[in-house]
């Protein structure tokens, strides 16, 4: 459900539905970042991750936060302690 250019709110709506409230959310795939620093501003911390050295460039360019994080990253072998995030998402990854 991702719309690039997403006027009419539809995908942050979609977002909001997905989930929870205060959480500590860890995308894998975030390429670029663009739905990660939309995820950053629904959740208490947003971790996104992709192995492509070129999307984390642009994703830590675009910007970070004091709740947005990026790393280089396989969703096979996480690199993070067990129960370090409340919800995983998986979106628009091969």
Same mark, same amino acid.
Do not use: H, W
């Given at each position: 459900? $991702?719309?690039?250019?997403?006027?009419? #709110?539809?995908?942050?709506?979609?977002?909001?539905?997905?989930?929870?409230?205060? *959480?500590?959310?860890?995308?894998?795939?975030?390429?670029?970042?663009?739905?990660?620093?939309?995820? $950053?501003?629904? *959740?208490?911390?947003?971790?996104?991750?992709?192995? #492509?050295?070129?999307?984390?460039?642009? +994703?830590?360019?675009?910007?970070?936060?004091?709740?947005?994080?990026?790393?280089?990253?396989?969703?096979?072998?996480?690199?993070?302690? $067990?129960?370090?995030?409340?919800?995983?998402?998986? +979106?628009?990854?091969?």
């Amino acid at each position: 459900m $991702a719309i690039r250019g997403d006027t009419t #709110g539809a995908e942050s709506n979609f977002l909001l539905d997905m989930l929870a409230a205060d *959480a500590d959310i860890l995308e894998i795939g975030c390429g670029d970042g663009r739905l990660t620093r939309k995820y $950053a501003g629904l *959740a208490r911390s947003v971790t996104g991750i992709d192995l #492509g050295q070129a999307g984390l460039r642009e +994703a830590r360019q675009a910007g970070s936060g004091r709740n947005l994080s990026f790393a280089c990253a396989s969703g096979a072998a996480l690199p993070f302690q $067990a129960a370090s995030f409340d919800q995983a998402l998986f +979106a628009l990854s091969l």
